[in-house]
C-alpha cells in the first residue's frame, strides 16, 4: 500500500509548517524525507498517522483517503526517536500491544510475538522490561512492536538518532534486511542525516523551509542535484558561482569546460562538484589557490583551497607528501563530473 | 549530602536538630508524652498510665477511627476520580482555558475549610440535594477539599508523560479509553497513589469544616479528639491524637509501599 499526500497544508496559529505537500511513496517503496530542524518532514509523517489535522489537503493510504480518520483506525507502524515503549510492559507485552488493541485471537498473538523478535534478533529478550535493554535493544524491540501489527506502511521517525554512530550503522544494515524480508510494506523515513537516507531509501524527498525542495533517488540528487540546497544536503559539495558562456562557464576570471545543458549565455548559475571528484595536480579545468588547511581523516585527506576567493573542499586519497598550509597548489575536475545549477541559485533575486 | 569534612557534617546535623526538633519533633513529643500521663505538673509529666489508650480503642472513640477511615477513603477515591478526570480533560484544552480549570480547581485550598463547609452546609440543605444529616455531607466537603491536590498531582504527572507513548499506542490500533486504560493510567499509577496517600491524610486530619457538618452518627476522630480537649481532658485526647497519627501513618506507608511498585522508571 502506498502513501499519498495531496496537496497537504499545516499550520499551528497560522503558521504553516508544511507548504502544499504533494508526494507519492509507491508501494513497498522507501521513501526518506530529508531535511533540517523546522523543515516540515515530521508534520508531513504525523499527517500520515494522524497526530496533526491538515488545514487543507488530503492524505491517502492506497486508495483510501485518512485525512479524517483518528489515528487508530489507519493502520499503519510507528517508530519513533525516543523508542516510546510502554515502561511498566515487558518486552513481549510491548510487541503484543498492538494485536491485543486490535482484539487478535489470543491463539494468534503468541506466534506473532514470537516472529516478530525473532525477526529482529530480541527472542531471548521477551520476559525483560525496556529499563533493563540497551538504547538499540530498546529500538529492536520498537520496531518489533510496529511490524508484529503486520502493517502496509511503517513510519520511522528519526529512528536512529538517539544511537552512537556504531550501533547506527549496524542498526541501518538491520533496517536494510528487515525491509528486504517484507518487501511489500512501504516504508517513509524521517531524518536530518544524508547518510541514513542515502543508505536506506530508493528515493529521498528534500525539504526545507516547510517545503518539499527536491526528489529522486539518491543517486540522482547526489549526483545531478537540481538545487544548491539540495546538492549542500545531500552530500558535501563545492558550489561555485558562475557566469554561464559559450560551451562552458566562467569562474574566477578563467572558463571551465562543463555541459551547460543549453543554459543562456550570460545567466548567473552555480557549479556543483562533488570533493571526492576533484584531483590534485594538472588535468582538465584546472583551478589554482593557496592551501587554506588539510585535514588527515585516516584514509583521506581533505584539502581547503581558497581559489580567488572561495574555499574549495578536494577529498584525496591519504596522500604520501601533503601540501603545506599556504602553500600554491592545482586542483582539477572532469567536464563529466560538475553539475551546473539554474533553479534556486543564490543572489538570483 | 553535599558536605565532606566531619566537622561541617556535624555542624549540618546540630543546624538541621535545632531547626527540626523546636518546630516538628517536639509538638509530636509533647503530644505522645501526655498521652502516658497522669497529670503534668512541671516541665516534664508525670505519672504513667496506659489507660488513655485503652479508651482510646475501643467504643466511642474506636466507632470514630473507623469513620474517619471510612471517610477519608471514601473521599480519597472520590477525590482521585474526579481530580484525574479534570486533569485528563485539562490536558487536552488550550494553555488559557486550562489555567481557569486549575484555578476552579485550587478555589477551594484558597478560602477556609469553615467557609467550605458552610458553603457545603448550604448547598447541601435543601432538596432536591439534600444531604445534611448524613454521613455524605462530611465526605462531600472533605471531597472537595482534598480534590485540589489530587487534580494538582495527576496534572503535574501528565505533563511529564512522554506524548509518544500515547501516540506509538493510538498508531498500532488502540482507542482512546485502550490507550487510557492500559497506557496513560498505569504510567501515572505512582503519581496516583502519591495523590491518594496526601489526599487521605488530608482527610483524616480534616477539622474546621467537618464540625460545622458532621451528624451525631457520623463523628469523625479529629472531632472526638477537639471535644476532649475543650472539655480539659488533654491526656485522652492526646492518645486518641497517637492513635490518629498512628493509623495515617500506617496507611501512608502502605501506599507507599504500593507506589514504590508501581514505579517503572
Redesign the interface.
Known sequence: MGIRFDSVTVAYDGNVVLDALDLRVEPGEVMALLGPSGSGKTTALRAVAGFVRPASGRVFLGDRDVTDLPPHRRGIGMVVQSYALFPHMRVQDNVAFGLKARRVAKAEIGPRVAEALEMTGMAGYARRYPRELSGGQQQRVAIARALAIRPDVLLLDEPLSALDARLRSGMLAELARLHRELPEVSILYVTHDQVEALTLADRIAVMDQARLKDCGTPQELYRTPRTEFTASFVGNANLLPVTVGDGGVSFAGGMLKVDTGGAAPGARATLCVRPHLVGLGSGPNQLTGTVAEIQWRGSTHRLYVDVDGHRIMADLRELKEPPVHGRPVTLHFAPEDATLLTAGVSGDG | MLVHSRKGKWTAWAVFFVLFLPLFALPLLVILAASFATSWPGVLPAGATTAHYAAATRGEALQALVTSLVTAVTASLLALIAGTWAALAGAALGRRRRAVLDALFMLPVAVPPVVVGLAVLVAFSQPPFLLNGTRWIVIVAHTVLVTAFAHQSVSAALERL?P??E??????????A?VLW??KL??L?PSLGAAAGLCFALSMGELSATVMLYPPDWTPLTVLIYAATDRGALFAGSALAVVLMTTTLLVLLAVSRVRTK?S??
Open positions: 512522554d509518544a507513548c501516540q506509538v499506542a493510538a498508531s498500532l490500533g488502540a482507542r482512546p485502550y492500559r497506557v498505569p504510567l499509577l508501581a517503572y522508571r
